[in-house]
Structures are given as structure tokens and as C-alpha cells.
């Protein structure tokens, strides 16, 4: 981040009078560039005891399964955006529940917020950043070929969550920039 | 949003090849600036039977009353986060329990979360940005003067789950931009 956003003039890493911590601040017109952490949004769609997958077809983990999330979008809700990523990445069109998983990935830079869905009618396709999409039974789940720990977690979760007829909610913390 | 934060290059607002939204674009190097939503963090910090606000010193709402809450930063985790604001608000320790409401504000680009908490000491005073703290029973809360809606929404789904023995996970959305 060099620039600044409203007047072009030049940025420069520094604490801003009154703050707690370095932000990029411009020279120019002094306007504070804040930077923070992103909201991943995502679902584990369930269609009967089978389990909807994505093939990542982009960087980071190509080539890996993944639960379809992504961005929040400005504009609309978590579950929303839960609904719209499903829709995107694997061309299926899904009841958002209860959310069931919130994981803070702090050297990401991002909050995984996971809900519990159903398929609305058990259809599904490859998106545009999916090379496959797959419905899984629990014991077909390609646990090495995951794509994040956050995923991993929620699968874990949903499965160890719905073997014991529970709804809970539940959190974690990844970062590897710290001690385990 | 003008400028290009790497370039200096001027920015148009187009929709990007293979996106669906319209983001703000550089003319000159083609880097995407994305616009999300910002996480809100905070807690309810009880001590015995009451609970610890904070009267704002900053606009919005400035004189009104809140919990303490504010953006979580990078580097933290979503309890840390609102331990941390609790620190500069209220100039109070407390232990983080459990994520106890979710709230999407969709028209403020924010979706806030809110944790259960008690104060450590009991210790508390007004930080940088508010104007006093103060403990209070339950019947004793402002309702007339919260701040926002999200604090409302926290504040009447703590007393109602303590007063029933239940600690459950809440959820709402909230749109100044769609019909009620």
C-alpha cells in the first residue's frame, strides 16, 4: 500500500495520533488507510447422509476439497453470502441453517463463519472455481486431500455434531504464526 | 475511492472480468480493490448482577449508551479482540466466555459479534472514547438511550438467556435498506 485512495499522495506506516497501532497514513491529506481482517463465509451442504465438495480450481490449494465459501459480499447477510458462494462454486442452490463454526485464522487475516445447509434438490455442478464438485458420505471424505484447517474442522464438527443429534456451535483459533 | 493504493493510477468502477460485482478497478496497473465487510467485536461484561455500558465520546451516537465493541484488527482473534476493546473503552479486564450473538448490519458493511464476559476485578473507567462507564442492573439499563440496535439486540438476549439458565447462540439481520 503506497498511495492514498482519495488524493494519490504518498503513504506512509506510522501510528496516527490517539491510535494503538501502525496504519498507513497519508502525507498528503492525512486520511488513515485501515486495514482488517475479512469475513469467509461458507456452508457444509448435506443432501441425505451425503455431503457436497468442491475441487478447488484456484490458488491457494488447488486441486483440493473444500466446503464452497468465500467473501462476504457488502449488501448481504452471512447466511447470503453462505447462499451465494454455494451457488457460485458448485452450482447448487441450498437452505442455509444454523450457523455451527466460527474460526478465527489469524495469520490469514480472516473469520470463517460455517453454517449447516441442505441441498434444496440434491443438484450441483462445477463453478468457475471448481474443477469438480462431489457428494461424499462421511466415510469417503478425502480427509488428506482438504484444502484449509478451517474446513477440516468444520467437517469434523458437522459429522461429530449430527452422529450425536446435536446443534452446537462451535469455535477455534489457527494461527501459525504461533507457538502450538 | 480514486487512486491506486500500488500505482497511484486512477480508478473506474466496472465490473472485472469473471467477477459478478462492480469493484473499483486501476486504469493503469488493473488491480481490483475490494470493498468487504467490516468485522465489529465486542462483549457483555457482567459483574454479579450487573453489567458494565459505556456512554460514547465519538460520533456515531455520540452520549449514547454501549457495550464495548469496536473493529477487530489484524493479528488478533475474536475474543482477544474484544477483550482488547474492553481494555480501551472501559479501562476493564475481563475473561471472554462464549460467542453469544451474531448480528449482520447490513447497511453499515458490518456484521458484529458479541461475546459473554466478566469482569476480572471489577475495576472500570472511561477510556479514549467514552464519556463515563458505569455498572447496571438490569432494570436500571438506558434503554431509551443504546446506542445501536445490535447492542439492543445483545443486551436483551444476555438478560433473557441468564434469566432463564441458558446460554444459546443468537442471531439477526439488520437492513435500514429493506422493508421491515
Known sequence: MKY?????????????????????????????HYVNPLVVVGCVPEHGERIL????????????WTIPA??????????EGAMRETLEEARARVDIHDLFAVVDVVHAKQVHLMY??????????????SLETQLFLPEEIPWDD???????????????????GLRRLHTTVIDRNRPA
Chains 1, 2 share one sequence.
Do not use: W
Open 70 to 79: 468465500g467473501f462476504m459480499e457488502i449488501g448481504e447477510s452471512l447466511a
Open 146 to 164: 482438504i484444502a484449509f484447517l478451517s474446513v477440516r474442522f468444520a467437517l469434523e464438527k458437522f459429522l461429530e455434531d449430527r452422529a450425536a
Open 4 to 32: 492514498c485512495t482519495e488524493c494519490g499522495g504518498s503513504l506512509e506506516f506510522r501510528i496516527p495520533a490517539g491510535d494503538g497501532l501502525p496504519r498507513h497514513v497519508c502525507t498528503a491529506c492525512g486520511k488513515v
Open 116 to 129: 449447516r445447509a441442505t441441498l434444496l434438490d440434491g443438484e450441483h455442478a462445477a463453478g468457475d472455481e
Open 53 to 64: 465438495l468442491c475441487k478447488r480450481a484456484i490458488e491457494p490449494r488447488y486441486g483440493y
